[in-house]
């Protein structure tokens, strides 16, 4: 059973077709619906695509008001959901794209199980001004916290900015998404979990759970400052935090 909901969330995504929420028909526990998620990465590394980090979620209270859920989750990244700085991204590959702000973590160490914030900053090997790309594969984006699980956390896409040396203060920056260089939502690092370095301590606790570490080389997005915003088509989606480069992308629909 858990394979088939697997099966279908993966297709979900692949045809950018939308499914009714799981919770209508099966109610899924947590161990369930992770257990889901895991099995949809799965079929997406049969088809070659490449683990490259985890992303937390509701991390800030914007994002849990924004989606009525009120737990910390996490979902992983693979290679085909990079898009590169600069890009321009086809909104016909999505059901209902949002663009978020976001701060990313680059590691140089294994992290795993309850570890300190010293431990955390000792293991950043570099940190990036982030969009994160979501599209809930839900009718609607209307989930329950095991849905979202599922349907590994809305994960759609990511951008990356340049990489900066570890020796920031991330306590209290000033984040900025914008569509055609306006504001459409301004957030602060404090806003994630009051500072983000506590996103990374939280991955690496919650990803143990599921018997796995943080790599060196991965990429830990530490969830969102501010609500998501949907795109639209022609627009330029940029990020702009203090002491951090930006980065961007278009939209266009084929
Ligand atoms: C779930 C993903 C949440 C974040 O940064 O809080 C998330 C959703 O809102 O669809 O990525
Ligand atoms: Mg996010």
Redesign the pocket.
């Known amino acids: 059973m858990l394979q088939q909901l697997a099966k279908t969330l993966d297709q979900a995504a692949l045809n950018a077709q939308s499914v009714p929420q799981l919770s209508l028909e099966t109610e899924l526990d947590l161990n369930q619906a992770y257990k889901v998620q895991e099995l949809s990465i799965e079929e997406r590394l049969s088809r070659g695509e490449k683990l490259v980090g985890y ?1 937390l ?4 209270r914007a ?1 849990m008001l924004q ?1 009525g859920v009120d737990d910390l989750i996490w979902g992983r990244l693979t290679n085909t959901m990079i898009v590169e700085n600069n890009a321009s991204i086809d909104l016909s590959q999505y059901v209902h794209p949002r663009a ?1 702000p ?1 701060i990313a973590f680059k590691l140089k160490k294994t992290l795993s199980g309850k570890i300190t914030v010293k431990e955390a900053l000792d293991a950043i090997d570099g940190v990036a001004a982030a969009i ?1 790309i ?1 599209d ?1 594969r839900y009718k609607n984006f209307k989930f329950s916290l095991t849905d ?1 699980i599922a349907d590994n ?2 994960s759609a896409g990511f951008v990356i900015g340049d990489w900066h040396k570890p020796n920031i203060d991330l306590s209290n920056l000033r984040m900025a998404l914008q569509a055609n260089g306006k504001d459409i939502a301004v957030g602060s690092s404090a806003d994630i979990l009051d500072h983000p370095i506590n996103s990374l301590v939280e991955a690496a606790r919650c990803i143990a759970l599921s018997g796995e570490a943080l790599q060196p080389g991965q990429i830990i997005l530490a ?2 400052a501010t609500a ?1 915003v949907a795109l639209e088509q022609d627009q330029l989606i940029s990020i702009n935090i203090e002491h951090l480069s930006s980065c961007n992308f278009n939209t266009h629909s084929s």
């Open positions: 992303k979620g509701f991390t800030s994002k989606m978020e976001e994160e979501i809930s979202v956390c809305s969830g969102a998501a």
